[in-house]
């Protein structure tokens, strides 16, 4: 499922291989990717050239002047392809970018839960799906009010494209992994330096994500990722990973090095964050709290 670093590698992909080129056209090969948007549209295209490339958490936009932006979000499976000569013709394809000199890029997606469009400006197209703040472009300021102000678990919030754009379910198991955190802490239970701590391995692992070309089996042997689809044992301590619900997804975590954050009954009530479980010895108050790893 493409996330952040996925997105951001196919970002560069088109970079490399579309930016300065010219369209000869955009060809639709399914409709439903468009969603209700009039195929007629992608006239404009014809002959303008693509010029710089953008991305917004899972969006991918590249620059098409007096045509405007086209837009992609690569759902559950989709991809891009580069081909020379004739596009490819098979029931993935979604639509083809051909360019003026032959060849051209695809747009692949067998399960079909993607988008393709075209749009006048991205940010009046992220304002209108009220995406969040973009995971990489987030400051920490941003990221401290979004988690003291939230409600729920910090999976969920980390999950929530309205709240932050990017992260899906893999590498927010694998963020709240890096940094030690049980996936169900309720977000506002954290203080200052847990927030902070965070927020550094939100960047730490995204980053990482595209370093490694948004590859899991590339990522270093500490990766949750690497670990969780083959009833893995945590790469760190050797327990067997435990697979819990967890903001409506399958979520993977190491029971023994995840663990809640205790709460602290004075800053907890100062901010009127919402209590859960803070009575009589629960696994979030016994929990100890972990340092943040650097590793
Ligand atoms: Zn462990």
């Not at 409709?31 to 549209?41: C, F, T, Y």
């Not at 954050?261 to 009530?269: D, E, K, L, P, T």
């Amino acid at each position: 499922v493409p996330e952040l670093p996925d997105v951001e590698i196919f970002r560069r992909f088109l970079e490399r291989h579309a930016v300065g080129r010219v369209l000869s056209r955009v060809s639709i090969h399914d409709r439903r990717a468009l969603r209700g948007m009039p195929e007629s549209l992608f006239r404009r295209a014809a002959g303008k050239r693509v010029v710089s490339t953008r991305r917004h958490g899972k969006h991918l936009f590249a620059h098409l002047p007096g045509a405007g932006w086209l837009v992609f979000h690569f759902g559950m499976t989709g991809s891009l392809e580069r081909f020379e000569g004739v596009a490819p013709r098979e029931p993935a394809l979604v639509a083809v970018l051909h360019f003026a000199e032959g060849g051209g890029i695809a747009f692949l997606d067998p399960r079909k839960f993607g988008r393709f469009g075209l749009v006048d400006d991205p940010d009046d197209y992220v304002s209108d799906r009220s995406l969040g703040v973009d995971a990489l472009a987030m400051d920490r300021v941003h990221f401290d009010a979004l988690v003291s102000a939230r409600r729920g678990s910090l999976k969920a919030l980390l999950m929530d494209q309205g709240a932050v754009a990017g992260i899906g379910n893999l590498y927010a198991d694998e963020i709240l992994f890096q940094a030690g955190l049980h996936p169900l802490t309720p977000a506002a239970s954290l203080g200052p330096e847990r927030r902070a701590g965070l927020f550094g391995v939100i960047r730490r692992v995204l980053r990482a994500g595209i370093d490694h070309g948004a590859l899991s089996s590339r990522l270093p042997r500490h990766y949750l990722l690497r670990h969780r689809d083959d009833n893995g044992l945590c790469p760190r301590c050797g327990s067997p990973l435990r697979r819990i619900q967890a903001a409506g997804r399958t979520t993977v975590f190491c029971p023994r090095d995840q663990r809640g954050v205790r709460r602290r009954a004075s800053s907890a009530s100062k901010r009127g964050s919402p209590r859960r479980g803070s009575a009589s010895g629960s696994t979030v108050r016994k929990g100890r709290i972990h340092p943040l790893r650097s590793s």
